[in-house]
């Protein structure tokens, strides 16, 4: 298959950068990313009777993934993006229906730098971590502040009328697409939803998917936000209800230093925005929803053949969501 | 019945690992490869407990049915009394996998009645014990650990 990858992108790059003999080396695809197959790569070009070369990365769709997403809204809302206050990845060039790598796909400048999902609890001193982890999320805050009609987003990404019922529509619509059998933890927590839903605090642009391993950092210092692809306009508090889901907390805490409660201050301090510990709770559940839809994409395209590991219920989440109800 | 299932899955893991791994170099392949490695040994270290998984979840599930009937209206009620009449062979697999999935269906569309019983309804309190029980006793992890690199 790299080869024929390496044949595609070839003959793609040639004729984006003006010259046949445009050499594509190091091709491979990389273990990262659940979602998207990331191919990485260095071009090497004439132009101006100059030689260049640049590290590359081609994002394209899988056959089967956990998450189904559409890479011209990625690639629009990164090109959008790309002169604001928050660094994210420079795309280069779209391929929107696959004509060129038989799949939709985006290739992007390679960053340097590590994503580190564990990197909150790393063995750097707690010092540096708590310092980390004002950097990460301040860029999350950062994301929210962003004027997104200025950035000219609402052309790219509708803005919701009720961003809590938009998202449930969303992750409902998707349970009922993919849905292998009956789903009743599922449906407790979905009545739940439709019944408590919280008005839109604010419309803002949010990330959708925001943690530590979709961050790029190189030493301490955080570089690039990664992984747009559930990027749209709606409510803030959608990534806040993510970053201080329970379910991973080991990811975005350091346990008595940095937890929710100290992530959600800040935040709100930075931003101005307001925190309702209620609508912060249906946020929780519904990122456990939405936690549980990629598991059930997953489950849904192994057993279609499209997928190459195997994912079972996620009985674990369907708990957290109950608790996290029973408690509210 | 030897090889057992058990032996056989174990054989298969260890096919994959000693002599198909070591021959697989690049990194995708050869991660996609620990992973199926993996999910071999979880399967093998799990299926025997899938029946009786089976067997509990349709007990608990129509015990939660059985309570919730009075509060639906037909046809409904009549299609879950009905159902819990016929019960599945326990020594067929498959007929408890439809079995399962007959109940869990209902249990979908008992699920608005059972949800506007006040709080601490008897349904309400059994399909609830259920989730949880049902969690703790669940065969398999969400995904399986790829075994390591060696």
Known sequence: MTEAIARQLTKWLAGELGDPAVRIEGLRRTSAGYSRENWVFDASWQANGKIHSSPFIARRDPVGSVLETDRPTEFATLAALADCAVPVPKVRWLDADGARLGRPSIVMDRAEGICDYLVLNSDRSVERRLAIAHRLYDRLADIHMLDWRALGLDKVLPPPRDAAAAALDLWEGELRRVQLEPEPEMEMAIAWLRRNKPATSVTTLVHGDFKPGNVLMQGDEVTLILDWETAHLGDPLEDIGWVTNPLRAGEHSIPGIWESAHLIERWSRRTGFSTDPAAIRWWNVLANLKQAMTVQTGRRSFADGRLNFILHAPVRIYRLMLELIEAA | ?150
């Open chain 2, 1 to 150: 019945m030897r090889p057992t299932v058990a032996e056989q899955l174990e054989g298969l893991s260890r096919i994959l690992s000693e002599i198909v791994a070591p021959e697989v170099t690049s990194a995708y392949p050869a991660e996609i490869l620990r992973g199926a490695i993996g999910a071999l040994n979880a399967l093998g270290a799990s299926w025997v407990k899938v029946p009786a998984f089976l067997a509990w979840d349709i007990d608990a599930t129509a015990d939660v049915l059985r309570t919730a009937v009075s509060l639906l209206a037909d046809p409904l009620a009549d299609e879950v009394r009905n159902a819990l009449s016929h019960p599945a062979d326990p020594t067929d697999w498959v007929a408890l996998e439809d079995r399962q999935q007959q109940l869990r269906g209902l249990l979908v569309r008992a699920m608005p009645a059972i949800l506007v019983e006040p709080v601490g309804g008897e349904a309400y309190r059994l399909m609830t014990a259920l989730f949880r029980e049902r969690s703790e006793r669940f065969p398999f992890q969400m995904s399986a650990q790829p075994v390591k690199k060696t």
